[in-house]
């Protein structure tokens, strides 16, 4: 069902959500997400282990229903009605999830597939976008014949084939050699605002949020927003270390200094 009350330059709204595994109570592993991504927009989540990251992603798939609040993805109930956003969402997770039979040009077209679309032209854009993330005359190999991070652009290119409005990336560099990381992120970036594409990444990495987000939202147990940053305040010269001091002292769920203290420590303007 279409959402009436979606303006249209948000992508992804988290309405007061709760979310609850057991039925029969037990602890909330998201107790109170309210939160939007707009349109367009290049969000990291970032928050300590067991905060409800991974569980914010599935609800956002459709994979698991909300206990409490509203979930809506381009102006839809991913849980209900899934069927309508079917290749408008692109996924990249942790593990490059190829299928090592398939090769690498079979995986990205993988997503084609399950939508019938897969043909001639759709096949070129696939060697296009394999292309574009730096595996050109790579169409033909296996995932066993590539590297991790070959791998991982493999999986990038198959989130795009689809030309998602949304992206997400789960942990999607974390087990990448930091110079392999450094270049598939630069890729990954470049690529989704080409695109115009919305971003709702997910990183254990505060460099890497605070390279390529254009908010970071910190994450708490169980499930709840404790702090979030624009790109802007980390940008306001000086302001990157304490904003990283901040984010930290969020992460571990202590007292966060005011962001403002922190930089009137520093004696920054
Ligand atoms: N299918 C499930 N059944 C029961 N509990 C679950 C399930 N999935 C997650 N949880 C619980 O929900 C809470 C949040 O888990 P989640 O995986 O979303 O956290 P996370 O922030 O992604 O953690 P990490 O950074 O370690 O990946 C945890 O307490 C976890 O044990």
Redesign the pocket.
Known sequence: MESATMPHDVAIAFDHVAKR??RTGG?A??SDLDFRVRTGEHVCVV??????????VNLILGLTPASAGRVDVLGVDPYRDFKRLRGRIGCVFQSDRLLPWRTALDNVLMPLEVLHARNARTESEAADLLAKVGLAGYEHAHPHELSGGMRQRVAIARALITRPDVLIAD?AFGHLDEVTAAALRADFQRIAKAQGQTVYQ?T?SLDEALLLADRILV?DR??RVAGEFARAQWEAGGARQPVRETLRSLIAGGEAPSLQAVAGDRQVA
């Open positions: 595994f057991s602890p592993a998201i928050g300590r282990t067991g905060c409800g990251k991974s569980t914010s942990e997910i254990h994450f169980p499930g």
